[in-house]
């Protein structure tokens, strides 16, 4: 059941394939992110201007990885400080809260990111042992079959 929910959910695929569409993925996250954001801006207005970027984050680490995931967090901050954040069309740190809200943006995806390299090289290590633990069973029917090459029944 394990072995079927690890291939289901694309465990340690992330190593697998090609940087461009981990990268790409990632950038679509943000995309899809800061769309929703956007929708979002007449209820929101400035404020919880990166709210939606996490899923984005969560997205790019299960996804791809760690690199990807990093990626998907400096861009998206700093295209949602761009478009959410006062003063609107720059990126500006003017208050203090600014580089608080900034320190604690990155404090979360930094843990977000941990955790989701911490799964991949979890789910790499599960799929090496699986694959030694396979190489053992077979070793092991093999040498049971040789075993009984010089065995016959007295029946």
Not at 89 to 114: D, E, N, P, Q, R
Not at 124 to 136: C, G, I, N, T, Y
Request: net charge positive; proline share 3%; charged share 10%.
């Amino acid at each position: 059941m394990l072995h079927f929910l690890t291939r289901l959910l694309g465990a340690n695929q992330a190593s697998a394939r090609h940087p461009i569409v981990t990268y790409g993925v990632a950038l679509v996250a943000v995309g899809a992110a800061v769309l929703v954001r956007w929708l979002l801006d007449p209820a929101l207005g400035p404020h919880w201007a990166t709210v939606t970027l996490y899923g984005a984050v969560m997205a790019a680490v299960w996804y791809g990885g760690y690199r990807p995931a990093l990626v998907a967090t400096v861009f998206g901050y700093f295209v949602c400080n761009y478009l959410f954040m006062e003063p609107r069309g720059s990126i500006a740190f003017k208050h203090t809260h600014s580089y608080v809200g900034f320190a604690l943006y990155l404090f979360s995806c930094s843990l977000m990111i941990g955790f989701g390299a911490a799964l991949h090289a979890s789910q790499r290590r599960f799929a090496e042992q699986q694959d030694a633990l396979r190489l053992s069973e077979e070793q092991l029917r093999r040498a049971l079959r040789a075993g009984r090459l010089g065995c016959f029944a007295w029946a």
